[in-house]
Structures are given as structure tokens and as C-alpha cells.
């Protein structure tokens, strides 16, 4: 055999073929694990991420969404490694070591929903296009939040929701690219319907006021269900819109209607409104039916109690969390936050922080800012150490499964913030429902670029 | 029987509302012509200055206590009101009647700001078109929304009721009906005598006063008027700084019953215009008439069983009022003949 055939036979020329075609082909793929740089709608490429915190920050529910944007700026400070780190020592996921996202550092950028979803839309938009967020969170406002998701599914672009309550959110308009940690309407029904039932037993007549968009017809829905499962009648639901402010021409034919029981499905300062002004048309003091009067607000917040001084007490609801919860992770964050803005934070405030602070966990464990790899990440993450006990990220509507708070508003408060008072807990187990029973289509993964 | 009884007395409740600015509206229309579009901004500075007095009286001092704990763990932060060194055994009265003390503050300076408004710009637009005097009174109120966000802040702004006057007083009772059956809110009751008296007064300035004589004239004739040798200019200028004060005490007094915030005045201004409209530009009596009109079929609307025959019909009545009107009627309910007509 000649040096030639011996050098470059058959088998040596496939053997280095193959190696070269490794050497060229594959080799970039394991190196460039992560890498879709170029893939995908506002990629990172220098040593910064951009968040977008997308907010009420006039509208009916600008509270919340003041109290929202401190806790983004708390979440931003942890991530960039300044502070106490607040929940990230307490999170089951070690990912997060403050040192930004990926190794980049996080910065912001801000928008006014005006609690509206139009405008909400415009502003998550020039987010994206304009500051190139590479993810766009908060709400409040149901409403706002599917506007929202949608227009970020269509983009590409993950969004994770604030406080939005409504079943749709993660029922019939769920998406693939959005994410609640909030519980919605339905667990509120289901965790606050006992507690009603031993309250004020099962001879009760409800009249409904509701605001007049999804998360009010769901909430509405919801609250019948519950009820009328304890063996209630409803008397009547009546619509109302959104920001009304003076709710007495709805208030006034409640003391006539038969009703013994006022469920107010508002929130924000239109819960804060109609709670004041059926006090004042003397409700909480009447008798129907041979009962005392009572008031019911089924989704209630630390903020929405303040508004609402006096009249809030002895009220139920339910809460998605409470800063007095006694738990390591919860009191680390009431110290964390009001530390750094000087008083507790709401419910809005916690749910914020978690959902960024789960964004930046979900990155970090798929290694990659490219959304199929963290909406993977997110999906069905079992995580716990944020305030809310064991809770399950569930893959199927991308909605959190964790137990849900049954409070009341307290007769005497010891201080200003001393306002609700966790009476009962409802479990994750009970609160968990098929998810084909609120129907909707999560959609593809793959993203769209920015467009 | 009880439950049109509760509808009534809500619906007169709005109306007094709708009526106390719209006869700010209709008066500066039909003293000096203008179509003032930031009368509902008057109504706002009105509610700012109770917002502003209460402020003022509940300001308070600062003091770190090291020996006590917040309830998130840092040293607590002890706030002392000021008003107790201020005012003495006042002071509680002073904040639990913050509310209706501040129109003392608030005529002053209303009547100031109303005669500023007229000498300082309106004035200059007399002679102009009425959809300039809009686009420039429409303009005006923008500003003054603005600088009342600027200091403020965006967000409503709740404001106690008087502890005498919380709760519900029992109507029903009064009229022979069984106890209970009809209750209203005390604090809406009140609204709606102080309309009642802010309206008599004006209309008795109006009607019993040589001041008001003049101006009833001047409103009937100006040139004539002002060919006998009276400065009209200047009794017209005072009536803007009225206007002015009556929209500003109907935002004072109407604080408690729905939270103050700087865009309070749009929502008002709209309906009011509406109500001034379908009362007849320019008519005193027709906007107070077209306001309780407007507010009490506003509030029977929102009765379940209206409803449910028409569903959204609460959202749309004084619209749907105000478009019947101006085709049947265009001059208004109690409009001069002439007016809008043509």
C-alpha cells in the first residue's frame, strides 16, 4: 500500500469528514448553549437587561400601583445585589445571587397603565420598541392585564402579571407568554364561602354590585357560585361602571330590594367608594329579614382597608397575602420593604416582587433570555420561601396554585397598618380546580420578533 | 312606594349637585356671553381648598423614638399634630369639621381666582367666537388640573365627614312610614340644604339687591345699561368671581361623599354643560330646574327594573335627555327665545 493510500484511505478520509463536520457543526451549538442573540424580540447584548413595570399610575387603582412600583425598585435593588436582598435568601431556587440577571445588571423602565386598557397597551408597547424591555409585568386591572398579555404574546415578549383577579386571565384568554402568581376570582369564591356560611348561616339573600368588566363579571360569578352552594338566594347583580365614584344611585335600591347581605365585586377606589357610601346609607346598622345587615367585599387589600377607615371593619374578604403573615419569608419582606419605604407592603406590592424576582430565578435556570427556555422554566416550577407557603406554578394556564386568605377587617387596630385580620386559611388542595373548566389556549412558544 | 321615595331624594341629592354648577355655567353665560369650559375646574379648586385646609390642620411633627419598634423592625417614627399646639382644645373640632370650616377659606379665595380668571384672560375673548372662548377656557382648565397634579398628585383625596352627621338619618320615618324603611345619609341630606340655601341666596342677590337689579338689566340690555352710566364691565367681573365661589363651595361641601382628585372637575363639567343646556343657555332658573330634573332621572335610571326593560340606560339618560332636547327644543327647557335657535 503507497504513503498516499496509507495517509488518505477510505476510512481515514470518513474519520476526518466526520470530525471536521463535528468540529464546525457541532461544536457551536455546545459552546453557544443559551445563545439565541439574535433569535428573539429585544435580546440582551450588552451588560444590562431591561425590566418594563407597566402600572396604574392614575385611574382607580393607582394605589396599588404606587405600592407596585416601590416593590419593582426593591426587586431591581436585590437583583442588583444592594439591600438585605429581601426574598432571595428566603427562595427555595439558589439561582439568584446578586448579581443581576445572566451576570447583567437590571435596569427599568416605567408606564402608566391610567388603570385603562388602551393606554396600558400603548405604553407596554413603547417598553418594548422603544426601551427594549425584554420582559413587561404588573397590572392591576384585569382588564389591563389580558390587553397586556396579548399584545405581548404577539411580540414575543413574557409578561408577567401583577395583581389581576379575574378567572380569564389565566382561563380564556390565557397565553403562553403570560404568567400570574395572583389567585383569581374563583379561589376567592371558594376560599370565602365557608367562612360566610359560618358567619351569617344559610338563610341569606345577596345583592350584587359589580364592576362592569371581566374581572367584575367573573368575580360576580364566582361569588354566586359560592354562595348560592351555601344554600343563599341572589337577590340581584347589578352592574356598575369602572371609576363611577359616587355609587349611591346603585346603593339606594339595595335597602328595598329584600337583600340581606351587600356584595360589593369592586376594587381599588371604587371598592374603597361603594363600601364608604353603603356605611353611610346606614347598611352595616340595618336589619333585613330579621338579620343584621351585613357587607361582604370579597377581594380586599391592606390599601383598600386604609381607604376605607371604620367602614372596612368587620368586613370579609380574601387576600392573596398580608404583611403580618407570621412566616420567615413574609416577615423578611414586610422588614425589606418597609425599611425602605416606611411602611408595609400590600398585596400588590408582594406579588409584584415575587413575579419579577421568579422571572429572574427562571432565566437563570434556563441559562438564556430566550422565552420558550423560560416559559419552560416556569412551567410547573414548585418553589416555596415567598410569603405564600408551597406554591405550584402550574404548565397548563400558567396560573399559581398556593393557599388563599380568608381576612376580616379588624375592630380595633393596634396601629395604622394593623388593619385585616387573617381568620381562616384556605388550602392550595382546595383551591385547585381542572383547568378546563375556564377553557382559553395558551398558543406556541416560538416567539415573534418584537412585532 | 319606600323605594321611589329613596330614588327621589338620591336623584334631588345629584341634581343639587348638577344645579350648583351649572348655575355658575349658565350665570357667566348669560352675564358675559362666554362659554366658560373651565367652570368645572372652579368646582375642583373648590374641593382642593377643603383638601388643602385639612392638610394644614393635620400637619404634623417628626421624631424618631429609638426605644420602640415599627412593625417592620426600625425605630418608630412618632407623629405628633401640630394643630394641638396651634389651636389648643380646639384642635379636635378644627379636624373633625375641617370640611365645612374651609369655605371659609374657600370664598376668598374662589372670588379671587374667579375675578383673575376674567380680568387676566377671559376678558380678552369677549369679542371672539364662542368656539374660541371654549378652545381657550377648555385650555385653561387643562392648566389648572395640571398645576392642582402638580401638588397633589393624581390620586383622590378622602375627606372625613363631620362625627354630628355620619350615618343615616330615618326619612321613612318622617313621612309616616315604618321605621327603617327608607334611610338616606345624613351628610347627603346636608348637601342638599346648603344647595338649596347657596341657590336662594343668589337668586335673592339677584332678584333683591340694587346690585342684582343691574345685572338682571345688563344681562336683558347691556348697551342701554351702559348708556345710563353704569360700568357694567365691572358688576359683570364681580358675578364671574360669584360663579366662581358657588362652584367652588359645591366642590367644598361635596368632598366627603365622593374623594377629590384633579380631574374631578371634567367629569362635572360635561354633565353640567348638558344640564345647562337642556335648562336653556343662559337661564338661571332653567339650570337649576334641568339640574334636579337631570339628577332624578339620572337616579331612577339606575333602578333595577328601569334596568332591565333598557339595560345601560343609567350610562346614557341625561344624554339621551339632552339630544331630545336640542331637536325639539333647542333653546332649552326655560331658554330665551332666540338662543341656540338658529
Known amino acids: 500500500m503507497s504513503d498516499f493510500k496509507r495517509r488518505y484511505g477510505r476510512r481515514r478520509v470518513i474519520q476526518g469528514g466526520l470530525a471536521g463536520i463535528l468540529a464546525t457543526g457541532v461544536s457551536p451549538l455546545i459552546l453557544s448553549r443559551g445563545a439565541w442573540a439574535q433569535e428573539f424580540c429585544n435580546a440582551p447584548t450588552g451588560d444590562t437587561v431591561t425590566l418594563g413595570f407597566n402600572v396604574p399610575q392614575t385611574g382607580a387603582y393607582a394605589d396599588e400601583g404606587a405600592d407596585e412600583l416601590r416593590a419593582y425598585e426593591l426587586a431591581v435593588e436585590h437583583l442588583n445585589g444592594e439591600g438585605d436582598g429581601g426574598l432571595i435568601p428566603h427562595f427555595s431556587s439558589d439561582t439568584l445571587t446578586g448579581n443581576g440577571i445572566l451576570g447583567k445588571r437590571v435596569e427599568y423602565v416605567t408606564g402608566d397603565t391610567q388603570t385603562q386598557s388602551d393606554p396600558a397597551r400603548e405604553s407596554a408597547r413603547r417598553m418594548i420598541e422603544r426601551d427594549g424591555a425584554v420582559m413587561i409585568t404588573g397590572g392591576s386591572s384585569s382588564g389591563v392585564a389580558v390587553a397586556v398579555q396579548s399584545l405581548c404574546q404577539d411580540m414575543g415578549i413574557i409578561f408577567m402579571s401583577a395583581l389581576t383577579h379575574s378567572n380569564d386571565t389565566t382561563g380564556k384568554d390565557k397565553r403562553r407568554y403570560g404568567f400570574r402568581h395572583f389567585f383569581n376570582a374563583y379561589q376567592s369564591g371558594v376560599g370565602l364561602g365557608p367562612q360566610l356560611g359560618q358567619a351569617y348561616g344559610n338563610q341569606r339573600r345577596a345583592y350584587h354590585l359589580t364592576a362592569d368588566y371581566t374581572w367584575g363579571w367573573t368575580q360576580e360569578e364566582s361569588m354566586i357560585a359560592a354562595t348560592e352552594a351555601l344554600g343563599w338566594e341572589t337577590v340581584e347583580a347589578v352592574r356598575t361602571p369602572v371609576g363611577a365614584g359616587d355609587f349611591s344611585q346603585y346603593i339606594t335600591p339595595v335597602l328595598n330590594s329584600g337583600a340581606d347581605v351587600l356584595i360589593l365585586n369592586h376594587y381599588g377606589f371604587d371598592g374603597v367608594n361603594s363600601l364608604t357610601q353603603a356605611v353611610q346609607f346606614g347598611l352595616k346598622d340595618r336589619q333585613a329579614n330579621g338579620q343584621d345587615f351585613q357587607l361582604v367585599l370579597p377581594l380586599v387589600s391592606d390599601l383598600m382597608a386604609a381607604g376605607a377607615g371604620e367602614a372596612m371593619q368587620g368586613v370579609y374578604g380574601t387576600s392573596n397575602w398580608y404583611w403580618s403573615q407570621p412566616d420567615e419569608a413574609s416577615q423578611a419582606f414586610t422588614a425589606s420593604f418597609g425599611a425602605r419605604w416606611g411602611s408595609p407592603p400590600s398585596q400588590a406590592a408582594h406579588t409584584s416582587y415575587v413575579q419579577t424576582l421568579l422571572y429572574a430565578d427562571a432565566v437563570e435556570r434556563a441559562g438564556t433570555f430566550y422565552p420558550p427556555e423560560v416559559i419552560r422554566a416556569l412551567e410547573d416550577f414548585e418553589f416555596d420561601g415567598m410569603g405564600n407557603g408551597p406554591t405550584l406554578y402550574r404548565g397548563s394556564d400558567h396560573q399559581c396554585f398556593k393557599d388563599v386568605l380568608v381576612v376580616q377587617g379588624k375592630e380595633t387596630p393596634s396601629n395604622q397598618y394593623d388593619l385585616l385580620e387573617v381568620v381562616s386559611t384556605a388550602s392550595r388542595e382546595s383551591v385547585t380546580y381542572d383547568p378546563e373548566i375556564f377553557g382559553g389556549e395558551l398558543g406556541p412558544y416560538e416567539p415573534n420578533m418584537c412585532a | ?342
Request: charge should be neutral.
Open chain 2, 1 to 342: 312606594m319606600d323605594a321611589i321615595l329613596a330614588q327621589l331624594l338620591n336623584g334631588l341629592d345629584k341634581g343639587a349637585a348638577y344645579a350648583l354648577i351649572a348655575l355658575g355655567l349658565t350665570l357667566v353665560f348669560g352675564t358675559l356671553g362666554v362659554v366658560n369650559f373651565a367652570h368645572g375646574a372652579l368646582f375642583m379648586l373648590g374641593a382642593f381648598c377643603a383638601v388643602a385646609f385639612r392638610q394644614f390642620i393635620t400637619t404634623e411633627t417628626v421624631t424618631i423614638d429609638e426605644t420602640q419598634l415599627s412593625p417592620w423592625g426600625t425605630p418608630l417614627e412618632v407623629r405628633t399634630p401640630m394643630a394641638e399646639q396651634w389651636f389648643g382644645d380646639w384642635a379636635p373640632f378644627l379636624i373633625d369639621y375641617s370640611v365645612p370650616i374651609s369655605i371659609v377659606l374657600a370664598i376668598p379665595f374662589m372670588l379671587l381666582v374667579g375675578i383673575a380668571m376674567e380680568r387676566g384672560l377671559i376678558k380678552h375673548f369677549y369679542k371672539r367666537s364662542h368656539a374660541e372662548q371654549i378652545l381657550v377656557t377648555f385650555g385653561l382648565a387643562i392648566v389648572l388640573q395640571e398645576l392642582v397634579k402638580t401638588f397633589f398628585g393624581p390620586n383622590p383625596w378622602p375627606q372625613p365627614i363631620p362625627s354630628d352627621f355620619r350615618g343615616a338619618a330615618d326619612v321613612g320615618a318622617w313621612f309616616g312610614m315604618q321605621a327603617g324603611a327608607v334611610t338616606y345619609p345624613l351628610w347627603r341630606l346636608v348637601y342638599l340644604l346648603f344647595a338649596g340655601v347657596i341657590l336662594g341666596a343668589v337668586f335673592a342677590f339677584l332678584r333683591f339687591t340694587t346690585f342684582g337689579m343691574v345685572v338682571r338689566a345688563g344681562m336683558a340690555d347691556r348697551e342701554t345699561v351702559g348708556l345710563l352710566g353704569i360700568n357694567i364691565d365691572r358688576r359683570f367681573t364681580i358675578m364671574f368671581g360669584i360663579a366662581a365661589v358657588v362652584a367652588g363651595l359645591a366642590g367644598v361641601m361635596y368632598t366627603p361623599l365622593l374623594p377629590p382628585n384633579y380631574n374631578l372637575g371634567m367629569d362635572f363639567l360635561v354633565l353640567s354643560f348638558v344640564v345647562v343646556v337642556v335648562g336653556g343657555m343662559g337661564s338661571l332658573p332653567g339650570a337649576v330646574a334641568a339640574g334636579f330634573l337631570l339628577g332624578i332621572l339620572q337616579s331612577f335610571a339606575s333602578m333595577t327594573q328601569i334596568k332591565a326593560l333598557i339595560p345601560g340606560i343609567d350610562q346614557i339618560i341625561i344624554y339621551f335627555v339632552a339630544v331630545v332636547i336640542l331637536l325639539v327644543r333647542p333653546r332649552g327647557l326655560l331658554g330665551r327665545r332666540g338662543v341656540m335657535e338658529g
